[in-house]
């Protein structure tokens, strides 16, 4: 290696070198930065949230801390604060989330009947075109028109009341869907908002919830009638087959709607079963019905016989 070479590969170390010091200076201020946003936002937290309630007048009103040491005061109003906002998120807003059920001489109907919106009723599509839509599924309003005679219908799901309102308002405008429930009725569990039915004032024998997603309905798996999610196609007729299926539950006044439920749990397309066990049924009733034609024949031709006294 020539002189020239050995002075270039040491004017580029130490170019490097710089460079890495000032990299480094760099990080240096970033994390100096950020730790003083850091230290500052905490400062204020404490303060915004640790400082004691005033009355009208400016004056303090005294809390379960207020004899405490000043610093241990703003921490534990903090830690009450911060507790009460995370309560806020993870559960419902409210303990009862349906008012009481009707009384005479008002009719309550028997069963309740839990809906999810999105991918059950309407289908949520975007193009550069048009934006965000919502498309109406295959048979709602048969869906809707029919079951409102035999249940009371709600609406919950996990999706915001501004989102949630006006796409129902269109959907439903004869007032088949009785209450609505959206994402603050939720609790957030492990990333999840679940559909805790504990809160919805109702008897969970009679309560039977339509979903697709596992994790929002976890909490009561055997008040849940699994249906796969609707992905827009307009051939489908799943809403169709619910009817008959919710219809049969009502019309043979199931006192436990999750013993069945439990049963249809097992299959994995609970819809599918529930066609073939009409199809097995159907086939079983026109064999006891061609075995009692049968057996009439003779019956009939003997009481010819002795009607003609023979």
Same mark, same amino acid.
């Given at each position: 290696?020539?002189?020239?070479?050995?002075?270039?590969?040491?004017?580029?170390?130490?170019?490097?070198?710089?460079?890495?010091?000032?990299?480094?200076?760099?990080?240096?201020?970033? *994390?100096?930065? %950020?730790?003083?946003?850091?230290?500052?936002?905490?400062?204020?937290?404490?303060?915004? %949230?640790?400082?004691?309630?005033?009355?009208?007048?400016?004056?303090?009103?005294?809390?379960? *801390?207020? #004899?405490?040491?000043?610093?241990? !005061? =703003? *921490?534990?109003? $903090?830690?009450?604060?911060?507790? =009460? =906002?995370?309560? $806020?998120? !993870?559960?419902?807003?409210? +303990?009862?989330?349906l008012p009481d059920p009707l009384q005479h001489p008002y009719v309550q109907p028997k069963y309740t009947l839990v809906l999810e919106m999105k991918d059950v009723l309407v289908h949520p599509d975007w193009t550069y075109q048009t934006g965000w839509r919502f498309k109406k599924r295959p048979g709602v309003d048969h869906f809707l028109s029919e079951l409102a005679k035999e249940f009371e219908i709600v609406v919950f799901t996990a999706e915001q009341g501004m989102t949630v309102f006006p796409i129902l308002d269109a959907l +439903?405008? #004869?007032?088949?869907?009785?209450?609505?429930?959206?994402?603050?009725?939720? #609790? *957030?569990?492990d990333g999840h908002h679940v559909k805790n039915l504990n809160n919805l004032n109702r008897d969970l024998r009679k309560v039977i919830v339509v979903d697709w997603d596992d994790n929002a309905t976890k909490m009561h798996p055997d008040n849940t009638f699994g249906i796969a999610r609707w992905n827009g196609n307009d051939d489908d007729t799943q809403l169709l087959d619910l009817v008959a299926f919710l219809k049969i539950i009502a019309q043979n006044?199931?006192? +436990?709607?999750?013993?069945?439920? #439990?049963? =249809?749990?097992? %299959?994995?397309?609970?819809?599918? !079963?529930?066609?073939?066990?009409?199809?097995?049924?159907?086939? !079983? $009733?026109?064999?006891?019905?061609?075995?009692?034609?049968?057996?009439?024949?003779?019956?009939?031709?003997?009481?010819?016989?002795?009607?003609?006294?023979?």
């Open positions: 290696m020539n002189k020239t070479e050995e002075q270039e590969r040491k004017k580029r170390e130490e170019e490097e070198t710089k460079e890495n010091e000032r990299a480094w200076k760099r990080m240096k201020l970033g *994390f100096a930065v %950020f730790g003083g946003g850091g230290i500052v936002g905490g400062l204020w937290a404490l303060y915004e %949230f640790g400082k004691p309630d005033v009355d009208p007048n400016g004056l303090t009103i005294e809390d379960e *801390f207020t #004899h405490k040491p000043m610093i241990q !005061q =703003y *921490f534990q109003r $903090m830690w009450k604060s911060l507790h =009460y =906002y995370q309560k $806020m998120i !993870q559960e419902p807003s409210r +303990d009862k989330l +439903d405008p #004869h007032g088949y869907i009785m209450y609505r429930l959206v994402r603050d009725a939720t #609790h *957030f569990v006044d199931v006192e +436990d709607v999750r013993e069945t439920l #439990h049963y =249809y749990r097992q %299959f994995e397309d609970p819809i599918n !079963q529930f066609r073939e066990n009409q199809r097995k049924l159907a086939e !079983q $009733m026109q064999e006891e019905e061609r075995i009692e034609r049968a057996k009439a024949k003779p019956m009939v031709k003997q009481w010819t016989r002795n009607l003609l006294g023979r």
